[in-house]
């Protein structure tokens, strides 16, 4: 089946460690992106990728780098600079243009 | 720029009772709507879209949406609702944000609770 992976569905961290989530997609989308979600905010976009080997910030991207090395992987690393990283994460994927996004089922990040 | 706003964070409503849930959107620009739902603890999971042509677009599980472009408004309706309704809604409004490409931009979200 097609679809978005996203891994681990929990996470738990320590504060001052840097930690990675996986997103991986088999849909041979051009675009991936990163959304946080806190509740009562909706989602809101840290970092997106149009096409491997490059990548834009969003509008939340302090305390956050990512990677595109290839075109079904797009990694997010939340590090120590990030000062509330607790929050359900969310990547998406999609064409290019104005096509909806799939989304992964989420990981769920609790630093303390 | 472009913004969402869902007017109501929460929406109580019984079994089998009619819902709307609303959304008004801003932009310069012809924009590009959507309803994604998204049940506890997992991903978003898209309802309907309106990219041209009729106005009234029906989306899966019974639900339809009305594009008003004087009103820029994008409501989410369904005749009868199911306690398995029971989810966050999110409008979203995909813009051209320069270069050829395009930005999503959700609203905050509307929990809908269907009450037996």
């Known amino acids: 089946d097609g679809g978005i992976t996203q891994s681990p569905k929990y996470l738990f961290r320590k504060e001052g460690q840097n930690v990675t989530l996986s997103c991986e997609q088999n849909l041979n989308h051009d675009a991936m992106y990163w959304y946080r979600q806190d509740p009562g905010q909706g989602l809101r976009l840290i970092y997106y990728?149009?096409?491997?080997?490059?990548?834009q910030k969003g509008d939340i991207a302090e305390g956050y780098s990512v990677s595109r090395e290839k075109k079904e992987s797009f990694p997010l690393t939340v590090t120590s600079a990030q000062k509330n990283p607790t929050a359900f994460y969310l990547c998406?994927?999609?064409?290019?243009?104005?096509?909806?996004?799939?989304f992964g089922n989420g990981t769920r990040l609790t630093v303390t | 720029a472009q913004s969402v706003t869902q007017l109501d964070s929460q929406v109580p409503v019984f079994e089998e009772a009619p819902v709307e849930l609303r959304c008004n959107y801003s932009s310069s620009v012809s924009v590009y709507l959507f309803w994604y739902v998204q049940y506890p603890n997992q991903g978003l999971q898209l309802l309907l879209k309106?990219?041209?042509?009729?106005?009234l677009v029906k989306g899966i599980n019974g639900f339809e949406a009305e594009f008003n472009k004087s009103q820029t408004s994008f409501h989410l309706r369904k005749p009868s609702v199911h306690i398995s309704d029971t989810a966050e809604y999110f409008c979203a409004v995909s813009g051209p944000s320069g270069a050829g490409s395009y930005q999503l931009t959700f609203g905050k979200g509307t929990k809908l609770s269907v009450i037996p």
């Open positions: 998406a994927s999609g064409w290019q243009g104005n096509s909806p996004l799939h």
């Open positions: 990728s149009q096409i491997v080997n490059d990548f």
């Open positions: 309106y990219l041209s042509g009729s106005t």
